[in-house]
Each structure stands twice: as C-alpha cells, then as structure tokens.
C-alpha cells in the first residue's frame, strides 16, 4: 500500500472538476488503488475519498464511517448509482480533504438506494441513511466533478477557494 498525495482546490481545480469513467472491472490492480486510496483517506485523517482525488478520474469511493473507539469499517464502492432517494432532506456541516479546513452546511435527500460494486466486485444494493447518506452523496458528486462547496453560495465558495489557497501559501 502507498499514500498518495490528496489534490486540494489550491492548485488542482480543473482536474476536481473533471467527471471520472465507470471502471471494467474490479480486478486486483483496482484493488491496489483502493487501498491506497482507503490508506490516503485513514492518514489524512477523513471518512470519505473519491479516486478523483487522487488524480484518478475512475468511478471508485472508499469510506470508513465508525466511530473514534469502534473497529474499522471500510467500505469500497465501484461504479456506485443512485436508484431512488427521499424527499426528506437532512442539514449536515460537511467537509472535504480537498477543501481542507472549510466546513458549512449543506442539505441533501436523508435516504438513498444505492448499488454499487464491493471490494470483490459482488453487486450491492441497500439503502443508505442518515451520516452513510450524506457522505455517499458527498463522494458520488466528487464523480461529476463537484465539491460540496458547489453547493453553497458563489459568495461562500469563492471566499472557501481563496482560504484554501492562502492558506498553502504559509510555510
Ligand atoms: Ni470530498
């Protein structure tokens, strides 16, 4: 396993914003990238990375959501969909790796019915809820090309973009 760099919108906006293909098949070189990615994502510390932000435009999420205190939990998702999702809509204060020590609340569908490929390539389908649900639809825009700070104001975001860069700034 190897860490990879995480790309942040300082410097790697066009490639944040590109949108990442659906993947073959989950074969073991996939498995080498995922667990890189999930070794990025436990080091970084976050819950959830995209392949994206890596620099790898290829549809593949991992995920730890336990608790401080719980086992670990990883969670692999290819090629994920969504099939349906509530109407009901849950406030959460989100962050991203890649727009590091910027947090604001965003609202998304509280319940969602994915599928997915795992780690082995088997095809799940379940419903997704409450933290899952967010995180799954925070990472799944990260494969259209979209940062959860698309979702607030152009006010808020381009402040959020210039803190970020400014911040890389100090030594
Ligand atoms: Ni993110």
Redesign the pocket.
């Known amino acids: 396993m190897a860490l990879r760099d995480i790309l942040t919108v300082a410097d790697h906006t066009a490639i944040l914003k590109q949108k990442s293909a659906p993947v073959d098949q989950v074969d073991d070189a996939l498995r080498v990238l995922m667990d890189d990615m999930l070794e990025t994502m436990y080091a970084a510390p976050g819950i959830?990375l995209a392949a994206i932000?890596i620099g790898v435009a290829q549809r593949v999420i991992v995920m730890d959501l336990a608790r401080e205190g719980e086992e670990p939990r990883p969670q692999y998702f290819v090629n994920p969909e969504i099939l349906e999702m509530s109407d009901e809509m849950f406030v959460y204060e989100e962050g991203?790796?890649?727009v590091p020590d910027i947090y604001d609340d965003v609202e998304r569908s509280s319940r969602v019915l994915i599928r997915y490929q795992n780690y082995q390539g088997e095809q799940v389908e379940e419903w997704a809820e409450e933290l899952y649900a967010i995180c799954i639809q925070?990472?799944m825009d990260?494969l259209e090309g979209i940062?959860?700070i698309d979702h607030l104001s152009r006010l808020k975001r381009e402040r959020a973009i210039a803190k970020v860069k400014k911040a890389r700034k100090v030594p």
């Open positions: 959830g932000q991203c790796l890649s925070h990472e990260h940062l959860f």
